[in-house]
């Protein structure tokens, strides 16, 4: 294990003044925070608060209008094959799972290594079959998504992310299009991975994930972070009105 004072003082990534425009829509409002190497982040708040956009942001899906943001203390680049390098270290999973229709599962696993890392058929399939048992899908590598259950498609779309050897995953909701009963089986690799290390930011209205698995929580509302802090805190003891009132919403149902 690395030595979690030294890293834990390290920010992966860096987000700084960050705004963002849609039209007259104000969707993020001067956003600053960090996260470190090796921290899971989990960003909550009501619908429409800017959650997924500043996840989006991370890796340039969503442009931004002002501000700065850095991973591995180097700027976003804005397009090219420095934004594409990017990508490819920053994994991310989506509400929609995004899997290839016609490839495999093996081969929605394989085609980053071999394409963007350069790994032979054989060393990306070795290394894709590796992770589809440790997300328990392995018996389904030759299957297309569609044969596959919700729940079974977001961890190979998980599986697929950690292919690329990522410095970071980023999460966008990734159970709110699953069954209830699906839920937990995606949830569950992602409090392994947070437990292995893997620095990561999730948008999740998860809130035992929270709990679970989260360094830090993020609460966001009307496009800004309104009060950031450790679960346990956050949870028992939030200092904002707007975080009382989304818990009591929440944690009543």
Same mark, same amino acid.
């Given at each position: 294990?690395?030595?979690?004072?030294?890293?834990?003082?390290?920010?992966?990534?860096?987000?700084?003044?960050?705004? +963002?425009?849609?039209?007259?829509?104000?969707?993020?409002?001067?956003?600053?925070?960090?996260?470190?190497?090796?921290?899971?982040?989990?960003?909550?708040?009501?619908? $429409?608060?800017?959650?997924?956009?500043?996840?989006?942001?991370?890796?340039?899906?969503?442009? @931004?209008? &002002?501000?700065? @943001?850095?991973? =591995? $203390? +180097?700027?976003?680049?804005?397009? $090219?094959?420095?934004?594409?390098? %990017?990508?490819?270290?920053?994994?991310?999973?989506?509400?929609?799972?995004?899997?290839?229709?016609? *490839?495999?599962?093996?081969?929605?696993?394989?085609?980053?290594?071999?394409?963007?890392?350069?790994?032979? *058929?054989?060393?990306?399939?070795?290394?894709?079959?590796?992770?589809?048992?440790?997300?328990?899908?392995?018996?389904?590598?030759? +299957?297309?998504?569609?044969?596959?259950?919700?729940?079974?498609?977001?961890?190979?779309?998980?599986?697929?992310?950690?292919?690329?050897?990522?410095?970071?995953?980023?999460? =966008?909701?990734?159970?709110? /299009?699953?069954?209830? &009963?699906? @839920?937990?089986?995606?949830?569950?690799?992602?409090? &392994?991975?947070?437990?292995?290390?893997?620095?990561?930011?999730?948008?999740?209205?998860?809130? $035992?994930?929270?709990? +679970?698995?989260?360094?830090?929580? %993020?609460?966001?509302?009307?496009?800004?972070?309104?009060?950031?802090?450790?679960?346990?805190?956050?949870?028992?003891?939030? *200092?904002?009105?707007? /975080?009382?009132?989304?818990?009591?919403?929440?944690?009543?149902?």
């Amino acid at each position: 294990m690395p030595d979690s004072t030294t890293n834990a003082a390290e920010p992966l990534v860096t987000i700084t003044g960050v705004n +963002k425009h849609y039209g007259p829509l104000h969707v993020l409002k001067d956003i600053s925070t960090t996260v470190a190497r090796g921290e899971v982040v989990v960003v909550i708040g009501p619908s $429409g608060s800017g959650k997924s956009t500043l996840c989006r942001a991370i890796n340039r899906l969503e442009t @931004i209008d &002002e501000g700065e @943001i850095t991973i =591995d $203390g +180097k700027r976003l680049p804005e397009e $090219g094959a420095g934004l594409a390098k %990017l990508r490819a270290d920053v994994g991310m999973v989506f509400q929609s799972f995004n899997l290839f229709a016609h *490839k495999t599962v093996l081969e929605n696993v394989t085609l980053g290594p071999i394409k963007v890392r350069g790994l032979s *058929k054989q060393e990306a399939e070795k290394k894709a079959m590796a992770l589809l048992e440790r997300v328990g899908v392995a018996n389904q590598a030759q +299957k297309l998504p569609a044969q596959l259950s919700g729940g079974q498609q977001q961890r190979v779309a998980i599986a697929r992310s950690l292919a690329m050897d990522p410095k970071l995953i980023l999460l =966008d909701e990734p159970t709110s /299009a699953l069954d209830p &009963e699906m @839920i937990n089986e995606v949830l569950d690799v992602m409090v &392994e991975l947070a437990h292995e290390g893997m620095t990561m930011v999730v948008v999740t209205h998860e809130m $035992g994930f929270a709990r +679970k698995a989260a360094n830090r929580v %993020l609460f966001m509302a009307d496009g800004q972070i309104v009060e950031e802090a450790a679960p346990e805190t956050f949870f028992t003891a939030p *200092k904002t009105d707007r /975080a009382k009132d989304f818990l009591a919403k929440i944690l009543t149902h």
